[in-house]
């Protein structure tokens, strides 16, 4: 028998490799093991300078805020004060606007966007927020920019001025061409005498031309200032969000020095400053009036459990306590806003219904009268009552509303302020 002895004498050392391999891994391992350990231990100590770091940023941004807050309260003007410009305002105040005297805090506003500060207006519904804006377009020459979500409340607007002699377009989609291309060429006439215009954020978003025009109107010196109207549509936590609101945050990159300013009834802090840093204005000047509207009387009725006589008590309502004053009854759906008015309108209530699947303008198939031709026909006292869905909302600005009944409560609080707000506007002072 033939032993190959090369086999016999390799085979203990093959073993002792192979064990020497096994401790060899296992050290590595534990190396690896004890790395791993030192970058977490790392890490942690990363994470905690960090929180470190981030803390003393905070301080100092805070100690830098609290300096500049006492810088600008040192240099800040009375802006109850004597103004270059008090005269012409007082004259305007009169004369085109035909009113006797400001409500509280309209002067400041008004003399706050004429010295090119930014603003932050929070003002009640029917508080006068629209009159420190068009007042101050009137003082200088060129035009303000007035962004909007609603159309029919910018085209009474636009009504509203022209009969008191002042010039103001509306830029929509409905809007003719052919005004469309005088609006844009007046942006940058100095001759011009457009002094407001009023556009949906959709439109300043996607308009190209648009901003173009802004822009030549900027070099040329003739863009006042830039109105954001309903502010609070900028902020997911606001109860109107609009996406496009979102986006114009680009007006204070491309017109640093155009003041602008951001109006509102409703927002709560954390509202606040999502408009002012969707805005860029966190420097902005901070107008607050109380939102206690002593002027009105709130009462809560029982529902009765049938529609009928649900209807019934508001009719009842109308005519005993507001026989021939306007008034607004606010519905959940279209169908219960329709079945609404056609109940007061079978009692003899000059009533008509609005909701958002109206057309803007005409008449509709079903011989419907559109949304502008409904608000035209309230505000002028045709329609005694409008049965509206929330698309009849922010804005309105009918000084003798005497009633708002909701037939079905609001979505939340700040819906239902906003909502009775419309009513008594014409009480001077609140």
């Given amino acids: 028998m033939v032993v190959d002895l090369t086999e016999v004498e390799d085979a203990p050392a093959g ?21 791993r350990k030192e970058r977490r231990e790392a890490e942690r100590k990363v994470a905690a300078l960090r929180e470190e770091e981030q803390d003393l940023e905070l301080l100092i941004e805070g100690i830098e805020d609290q300096e500049e807050s006492a810088r600008r309260a040192r240099n800040r003007p009375d802006w109850a004060g004597a103004f270059k410009w008090d005269q012409q305002v007082e004259r305007l105040l009169a004369q085109t606007f035909r ?16 010295s090119k500060w930014d603003t932050l207006v929070l ?5 006068g927020k629209s009159l420190v804006y068009m007042l101050p377009a009137l003082v200088e020459a060129g035009v303000t920019l007035v962004v909007s979500p609603l159309i029919s409340l910018m085209h009474d607007q636009v009504t509203q001025l022209a009969e008191v002699g002042v010039r103001a377009e509306l830029l929509c989609q409905h809007t003719d061409k052919d005004l469309v291309k005088r609006i844009h060429d007046d942006l940058c006439s100095p001759k011009s005498d457009l002094r407001l215009l009023y556009a949906t954020p959709e439109r300043v978003v996607k308009s190209k ?13 003739l863009l006042q200032r830039i109105v954001i109207d309903e502010a609070h549509c900028i902020s997911q936590w606001g109860h109107d969000w609009r996406q496009d609101y979102t986006k114009l945050g680009f007006f204070k990159k491309q017109f640093p020095e155009v003041p602008i300013m951001a109006l509102t009834a409703t927002a709560t802090r ?14 902005c000047e901070r107008f607050c009036k109380s939102v206690d509207r002593p002027n009105l ?24 306590r507001f026989p021939a004053q306007p008034g607004i009854v606010y519905c959940f759906s279209k169908k219960e806003a329709e079945t609404v008015a056609h109940f007061l309108q079978g ?20 011989g419907n009268s559109g949304r502008m031709e409904v608000f035209e026909q309230w505000s002028k006292g045709r329609v005694q009552v409008v049965v509206a869905t929330i698309a ?3 804005g309105i600005n009918k000084l003798d509303v005497r009633f708002v009944i909701h037939h079905t409560m609001s979505k939340s609080i700040s819906a239902y302020y906003q909502e009775a707000g419309r009513a008594g506007r014409c009480v001077p002072d609140y």
């Fill in 99 to 114: 009113l006797p005297g400001f409500r509280p805090l309209q002067r400041e506003v008004i003399n706050a966007t004429l």
């Fill in 297 to 320: 009387q709130y009462e809560v009725q029982l529902k009765a459990p049938s529609a009928d006589e649900a209807n019934q008590a508001i009719y009842d309502v109308i005519a005993q």
């Fill in 392 to 394: 009849f909302g922010m």
């Fill in 123 to 127: 003002m009640p519904t029917g508080g």
């Fill in 209 to 221: 031309t648009l901003i173009s025009r802004l822009e030549k109107a900027h070099k040329q010196g």
């Fill in 347 to 366: 009692k003899g209530v000059r009533a008509k219904f609005y909701h958002a699947d109206l057309d803007l303008y005409g008449t509709d198939a079903r």
């Fill in 270 to 283: 954390k509202v606040e400053e999502d408009i002012k840093e969707s805005l860029h204005t966190q420097k």
């Fill in 15 to 35: 073993e002792a490799g192979r064990e020497s391999e096994t401790a060899s891994l296992a050290s590595l391992r534990e190396a690896l093991a004890r790395k």
